[in-house]
């Protein structure tokens, strides 16, 4: 898991995300999954969450404060707020 992040990460940090990482975060099937965020606000949490939506997930984003949490309205019916 570590290094699925540490893959990512690094391709955010250069604004390219290889396709064959992208698949690592889903099963064999592509069958969608509910999906546990925590530090949605957060540097990778922000660049995350449109990731996991547009590989069908429903995703529950944890975030201390709702506030600071303004994500795209085109993702909302995708996301529940914890």
């Not at 509910?34 to 949605?40: E, F, H, N, P, R």
Request: hydrophobic share 35%; glycine share 4%; charged share 25%.
């Amino acid at each position: 898991m570590a290094r699925e992040l540490t893959r990512l990460r690094m391709c955010h940090l250069t604004k390219t995300i290889p396709q064959k990482n992208l698949y690592m975060m889903t099963d064999s099937n592509n069958s969608s999954r509910k999906v546990l965020l925590t530090g949605a606000t957060g540097y990778i949490g922000k660049r995350l969450l449109p990731i996991l939506i547009e590989k069908g997930h429903h995703v529950f984003c944890c975030v201390r404060d709702p506030k600071r949490f303004n994500p795209e309205k085109s993702l909302l019916p995708f996301i529940e707020v914890v």
